[in-house]
């Protein structure tokens, strides 16, 4: 059974920058099987992916609505966490920012069934 915890959400200006990060715990969880991926979802709007990396950090994806201003990555300084940068903010980044973990092999692991496990979510706001 595992447990993920994500927290670094907030209200920041259009242009902005926030890092989201994902702590992944449990007694059975071991970090290194599991697919991570960041999803979103905005009111009135569905889910959809964000990005997934591997447990190897290798690849790592990025949905093309984020390229280029979102990085995920495995956090080094703690243990069992991955990071969500997102640099360049904009107003329609506004959602609810989920964490998910997964055992698929799929590449890139976009879909919801990839994944087992699901954080509560955190509020990301872009103000203009």
């Known amino acids: 059974q595992g447990q993920l915890v994500e927290s670094g959400g907030g209200l920041v200006q259009a242009g902005g920058s926030l890092r989201l990060s994902c702590a992944a715990s449990?007694?059975?969880?071991?970090?290194?099987?599991?697919?991570m991926g960041w999803f979103r979802q905005a009111p009135g709007k569905e889910r959809e992916f964000v990005a997934a990396?591997?447990?190897?950090?290798?690849?790592?994806?990025t949905a093309d609505s984020v390229k280029g201003r979102f990085t995920i990555a495995r956090d080094r300084t703690a243990k069992n966490t991955v990071a969500l940068q997102m640099n360049s903010l904009k107003l329609e980044d506004t959602a609810v920012y989920y964490c998910?973990?997964?055992?698929?092999?799929?590449?890139?692991?976009?879909?919801?069934?990839?994944?087992?496990?699901w954080g509560q979510g955190t509020q990301v706001t872009v103000s203009s």
């Open positions: 998910a973990a997964g055992t698929t092999s799929r590449d890139p692991a976009s879909r919801d069934s990839d994944y087992d496990y």
């Open positions: 449990g007694r059975t969880f071991i970090f290194r099987d599991y697919t």
């Open positions: 990396i591997s447990w190897s950090g290798e690849p790592s994806r």
